[in-house]
T-cell receptor, first 110, second 116 residues
Framework: GQQVMQIPQYQHVQEGEDFTTYCNSS?????IQWYKQRPGGHPVFLIQ?????EVKKQKRLTFQFGEAKKNSSLHITATQTTDVGTYFC??????????FGTGTSLTVIP | EAGVVQSPRYKIIEKKQPVAFWCNPI?????LYWYRQNLGQGPELLIR????????DSQLPKDRFSAERLKGVDSTLKIQPAELGDSAVYLC??????????????FGSGTRLTVV
């Protein structure tokens, strides 16, 4: 079946440090989305990437879609305590369904 | 505008009992999804509706799970009978046009099911 893997599974950073999570798919993706889930909360949509090599920015967050459309990354610059949560990528290989990754849980130490 | 509304928020039942979850999507969202999220994992799709038609239910355990979306708006997900392994958070989501929607999915708060 389809697999979307994320690394690392957990990441602890000091407040102000940068953070990156990587998403890898076994197949080429039509598009990919990123979500954030706060502890005890539900996933909240952050962004969608569609084009090969696409880079999008949202304030301190930078999202990138690989040239082969099989991998993606989310980079947070100068983390804040409000960034705490689990970040999921969701890849869509065929246009019909998003497969969520395993998630990266971010802890920010004040 | 209200988001995706789910109820109940929590449910504790004994194994072999039935349980039902309800979802009211965002007004105007034609596509509705039910996901199951186990602890420490990403959401897994159970079923996707386009209006009132179930267009993808390949991952729905049909021996015990059923779903319906009457009139293409509200939806219910039922488990009968529940098993211990069904303990999870059941998330409902909706989107405007489907898996290519650039606005992403809007998730409800979920129903946390505990089967004892």
């Amino acid at each position: 079946g389809q697999q979307v893997m994320q690394i690392p599974q957990y990441q602890h950073v000091q407040e102000g440090e940068d953070f990156t999570t990587y998403c890898n798919s076994s197949t080429t993706l039509s598009n990919i989305q990123w979500y954030k889930q706060r502890p005890g909360g539900h996933p909240v949509f952050l962004i969608q990437l569609v084009k090969s090599g696409e880079v999008k920015k949202q304030k301190r967050l930078t999202f990138q879609f690989g040239e082969a459309k099989k991998n993606s990354s989310l980079h947070i610059t100068a983390t804040q305590t409000t960034d705490v949560g689990t970040y999921f990528c969701a890849g869509n290989p065929s246009g019909n369904q998003f497969y969520f990754g395993t998630g990266t849980s971010l802890t920010v130490i004040p | 505008e209200a988001g995706v509304v789910q109820s109940p928020r929590y449910k504790i039942i004994e194994k072999k009992q039935p349980v039902a979850f309800w979802c009211n999507p965002i007004s105007g969202h034609n596509t509705l999804y039910w996901y199951r999220q186990n602890l420490g994992q990403g959401p897994e799709l159970l079923i996707r509706y386009e209006n009132e038609e179930a267009v993808d239910d390949s991952q729905l355990p049909k021996d015990r799970f059923s779903a319906e979306r009457l009139k293409g708006v509200d939806s219910t997900l039922k488990i009968q009978p529940a098993e211990l392994g069904d303990s999870a958070v059941y998330l409902c989501a909706s989107s405007l046009v489907g898996p290519r929607d650039s606005y992403g999915y809007t998730f409800g708060s979920g129903t946390r099911l505990t089967v004892v």
